[in-house]
């Protein structure tokens, strides 16, 4: 009963995501406008998690949310054995570190992590990232409902992170004036670790403590510099546990931080939204 169970579910996941295109603008044009929990409306396949309004305050106000168990365990599952079959087939590269591609280059005294491009940079599809894709699709109509800023219907990146043990990335910031990436908007990680505790290490460091006290008008530079001086303060940042589930969105310009020396792997989906081009 339970083969029969797990077959029938498999077979619905096929159909409903078989015609769904590899970008956040697919054509899926049911978007349910309001759902009073997130396990509940939308897409009935394990439920479509959806973005709560009161998360996508804290978001404005702070600069940064985390939203733990977004994620269902089996997509997890299912996103975590996506990523070992594309790396067995050898899709992961070595991370570089630069704010446009002519000063794109390793550093690994600054990164050291894997990541695979998503979206239509991968030739085959796959049912669990298709959905992927699609909870990501809500998500942003969600924050276009209730953010200033309207996001990029078609534009936006979306990779898959691998760090070994021993992996790390140093503090820096996503969007960076007067290059590519400035054209970020919000930072999204939805980390795919099963069974870690404290001792696998690989935090995720947020630091706040700038934002909290200056407007954000802040030169860049400046902020950055807020930051070092406030750095070894245990009051100036906040330190995400990289649970198996959880969400972490944060403003790409505003928020400096970085990821703590892992000290097993540690796997996650990144990605950004775009502002919308004019």
């Known amino acids: 009963m339970h083969n029969m169970t797990s077959r029938t579910e498999s077979l619905l996941w096929i159909l409903m995501f078989s015609s769904f295109s590899l970008s956040f603008s697919s054509s899926f044009t049911t978007v349910p ?24 305050e804290s978001l404005t106000t702070n600069g940064y949310v985390v939203i733990p168990d977004f994620l269902s365990t089996d997509l997890q599952q299912a996103l975590r054995d996506d990523v070992f079959d594309l790396r067995s087939q050898q899709k992961f590269a070595a991370a570089k570190v630069g704010s446009n591609q002519s000063t794109n280059q390793l550093n690994t005294e600054l990164r050291v992590t894997e990541t695979c491009v998503l979206g239509s940079a991968l030739e085959e599809s796959n049912v669990a990232r298709s959905y992927l894709y699609e909870i990501l699709r ?12 309207h996001l990029d219907a078609y534009g936006g990146e979306i990779l898959y992170l691998y760090y070994r043990k021993g992996g790390f990335y140093k503090r820096h910031v996503d969007a960076v004036p007067d290059s590519k990436s400035f054209q970020r908007c919000f930072s999204i990680l939805l980390y795919l670790n099963r069974d870690w505790t404290r001792e696998n290490a690989g935090q995720l460091r947020l630091y706040w403590y700038a934002l909290s006290i200056y407007p954000s008008t802040l030169n860049h530079l400046f902020l950055l510099l807020i930051i070092n001086h406030y750095s ?9 546990e990289p649970l198996g589930g959880t969400l972490v969105l ?8 970085e ?6 792997e540690r796997i996650a989906v990144v990605g950004w939204y775009h502002y919308q081009q004019k």
């Open 232 to 240: 070894d303060n245990p009051e100036s940042h906040v330190d995400v």
């Open 250 to 257: 944060f403003q790409s310009d505003l928020i400096p931080h």
């Open 259 to 264: 990821v703590l020396d892992t000290g097993s």
């Open 138 to 149: 809500y998500m942003r109509l969600d924050l276009n409902d209730h953010v200033l800023h």
């Open 33 to 56: 406008t309001k759902c009073s929990d997130r396990h509940t409306c939308g897409v009935k396949l394990h439920s479509m998690p959806r973005i709560q309004q009161h998360e996508i």
